[in-house]
């Protein structure tokens, strides 16, 4: 295997240790929630609507983003800024669409660029616009639990497509405060399973379980798979993170 990629998926394993970590309730660093509750709305908008279609579109290569869907979010939801040609749709993912139990939920500076596949563009981009509808609507963070648990109980949202993925691979995001923009990566959508049917996690495995989907409680789970490069062709074990 070439030695770049061996280092960027060991990087990778080692972040994602620290995201999970980081995300577990009841260890000495979450005495202090450091984000307790939502933050102002115009704090997660991103000001200027130019910027955030950029920024959605490093999600992905050029090649493909360039005739994505582009969807920014408002005060009243993600609204579609660029209509696509692809089938593609490439978005900024605010923190509430992280696990539940992450300490950074309501965290107003993370950013995550990332761009679906038309089959994760029908069936898993609707996860993302009914959570961030009860977001908007006031709700805690244990009502959006039991709101989106009660979507999926009532088949609001739509069955999981098989092929959905998506592209993780900018260099500007900020996907949480201790991993920063992380590495860069493609996610793989399955029905809910276990993280050895893949065998995600073992060494020398590069695949990873991403807590993002997994069942809580969207009946998703999530495989990650680290790459060498960020979207703009710069190689990733090049960077800091």
């Not at 307790?36 to 000001?47: C, E, K, N, T, V």
């Not at 898993?124 to 709700?139: C, D, S, Y």
Request: glycine share 8%.
């Amino acid at each position: 295997m070439n030695r770049k990629i061996v280092r960027t998926i060991a990087l990778g394993s080692f972040a994602l240790a620290v995201v999970v970590c980081a995300a577990r309730p009841g260890r000495a660093a979450d005495a202090k929630t450091p984000y307790p509750s939502m933050a102002p709305l115009d704090q997660y908008l991103i000001a200027d609507r130019d910027a955030e279609i950029a920024l959605a579109r490093t999600a992905a290569p050029p090649s493909i983003s360039r005739d994505a869907t582009v969807m920014v979010l408002g005060r009243h939801g993600y609204e579609t800024a660029v209509e696509g040609k692809n089938g593609f749709v490439c978005i900024v993912e605010r923190a509430w669409m992280g696990p539940f139990d992450a300490r950074e939920f309501w965290n107003p500076k993370n950013r995550g660029p990332l761009c679906f596949n038309p089959p994760a563009a029908r069936s898993v981009l609707p996860l993302t616009l009914m959570r961030t509808k009860f977001v908007l609507a006031g709700q805690s963070k244990d009502e959006i639990h039991e709101s989106m648990k009660a979507a999926v109980e009532n088949r609001d949202l739509p069955a999981l497509e098989p092929g959905g993925m998506s592209y993780m691979m900018s260099r500007q995001g900020h996907l949480n405060d201790s991993a920063g923009h992380w590495v860069p990566h493609l996610m793989f959508y399955v029905p809910l399973t276990e993280s050895m049917t893949w065998g995600a996690g073992v060494p020398g495995s590069p695949v990873l379980l991403n807590p993002h989907f997994n069942g809580a409680p969207e009946p998703v789970t999530e495989f990650m798979i680290p790459v060498s490069e960020w979207s703009d062709g710069t190689p990733a074990n090049a960077d800091a993170h």
